[in-house]
């Protein structure tokens, strides 16, 4: 029984994404026979590359116990910077400086929550809307297209193979398949075998400790929002890459979803615990309920509101555990 | 000296606003032309309504993104009710429907236990989705229009465009919103115990305060006052879209942490809530006559947030030093 109640609140996204696979094979005929297909599982793992992109930095920030808010904003700002700017420059410039615009906005991120000591949560927020704000001023609220081959290449690109899907024949892996697991290692690295990784752990645990133990709390924290705001930055790039547009509109579900996303996974606000093997899990939870409820023909309204439904399911749940500890305590 | 530059960071963001609209004046002579004052005083109806609520879940230490999907659906609902149910009917049910939604946000805090301003902006950034996708369902997406309905809605037409003597009717019921929750806030024991619950919890609860009926009450103010300002929004535009309210959670927030209102908890007042609208709401008009485009509109909006609760803090940590 106890068991049971552990696997239940540590493991929320192993247990909902077995019970969507259950489900979809239950539905059987057509519907398992299309989500089970190859080209369906590589096309899921393919559009929640760039959730899982998003994640791994923002779940340093919540390990530290903090939050950013502000990656929906630095998405379309820097997705749309990324095109932009290759009107006055050679493209690999002008990605460079669209990822390091990010990790501007990270670096006053950090500067506002970690060395001015405001509410995380409220403030990235308010950072998310200006970032809007600015995307659709630089936008004038229309997509902007790229007219880059070697741009769309980017994230459509496939490596090993020519991204055919005939019978027998190995399609390769796509390019974004490529960078996240590259982004995961780095990431899975620099959380388990550095000091930096570690010391977020105690500072998310406790700050006061962690700072009387001689950690550098303020330059380890404010470090953990300036990667969010590039991996955000990264995000954003890619994304226009993959749909060979910017458009501001991408950002406005983006940022919470991630949030919520990383928590599902076991990283929890309340700091101090989670993974980034958890993380990915939960975002590909969200890349999954979507797909899985698009090949149920479910339609799109009631897709939010079952959506909307698991964020509170999952996040009610998250905050019941703690008040169990606090209780056990 | 160091009492002086905290009375000026005080009011620092309503001096600044204040300087914008002299300055708009002077530059924009329309500014503070009759037709000019009486369109602010309208804008003043659905925010201020919906920012009056807001303030108590703040003050309360709590924080409710849930109202912008709270007005979608009492929106597309009362407008539908009119027909079958009457005007007053659809009225009361409207507004019933909104406590519900709040007090539907207050169930899950409560029984998650969820204490921190974090757990409750996710919860409440659910079930705002929720919300709207019920208010998308159920309207199936379209449009409803006053002049679709059987006979004019004559009540709802005068809480939208009707005038009370030189006042609009919109004006009467918000300064009528403000005094009871004003005694309610200041005057009753349950007020009183939604500052202390903000102050803090721990404390409130051990020394005795419901902290339970404090998060209920909060939630379902905060859900009654935005179905109350859905319906002098759409009573205002005639029309009742499921995307009415998009938005309006943001403005709420920024309009109640501008009037100075702390989003640590336990310090603040409507009054202070309403300064922080008119802040808003002068904002955006100087902002319209200087000709500056929507999307940077928004942009400012943003900036000021930020600025607003950095300043917020700043005070804190100054507070503590003294």
Known sequence: MNNLYRLFTQQKAIVAIAVILLVMVAAGGDVSRIFFSSYNLLDMLNSSTILVILGLGVTLTVIAGGCDLSIGGILVVSGILSIQLQNFMPMPLALVLAVLFGTLVGF????????????????????????????????????????????????????????????????????????????????????????????????????DVARYSGINVVANKWMTLVISGTMAALGGVLLSSKLNTGSA???????????????????????????????????????????AMNVLNIPSWYQMMLKGTVIVAILWMDSYTQKRKRELV | MNKVGFILKDYLVLLMILGLALVTAIIQPKFISPANLNNIMRQFGPLILVALGMTFVIVGGFIDLSVAGTINLVAVVTITLIDPLGQVGALVAGLVIGSICGAINAGLILTSGATTQAEALFITFGMSTVYSSLALIYSGGSTFHFWDLKEMPNMFEAIGAGSVGPLSVSFVIFLGALALLWIFHTKMAAGRAISLTGGNKTAARLSG??????????????????????????????????????????????AVVVGGTTLKGGKGSVLRTVMGVLLVILLNNCLNLLGVSSYMQWAARGAILVFAIWLDNRKEVQGNQL
Request: with cysteine.
């Open chain 2, 209 to 254: 305060v419901p902290i339970e009926r404090s998060i209920v009450l909060i939630y379902t103010i905060a859900g009654f006052m935005a179905a109350l300002g859905a319906i002098v929004l759409f009573s205002r535009v005639t029309t009742a879209s499921p995307v009415i309210g998009a938005g309006f959670e943001t403005n709420a927030i920024l």
């Open chain 1, 249 to 291: 509109i991408y950002g406005d579900f983006t940022a919470l979803v991630v949030n919520c996303g990383v928590v599902v996974g076991g990283t929890s606000f309340a700091g101090g615990v989670g993974g980034i093997w958890q993380s990915v899990l939960g975002l590909l939870l969200f890349g999954l309920l979507d797909n």
């Open chain 1, 108 to 207: 006053f991120n950090g500067f506002l929550v970690v060395q001015q000591k405001t509410e995380p949560f409220i403030i990235t927020l308010g950072v998310g809307l200006l970032l809007t704000g600015v995307a659709q001023q630089l936008s004038d609220a229309h997509p902007v297209p790229a007219n880059n081959p070697d741009f769309m290449n980017i994230s459509n690109g496939y490596q090993f193979g020519d991204g055919q899907f005939t019978e027998g024949h190995f399609p390769g892996i796509p390019n974004l398949v490529i960078i996240m697991l590259i982004c995961f290692v780095f990431f899975a690295w620099l959380i388990r075998y550095t000091s930096f990784g570690r010391n977020l752990y105690a500072i998310g645990g406790d700050y």
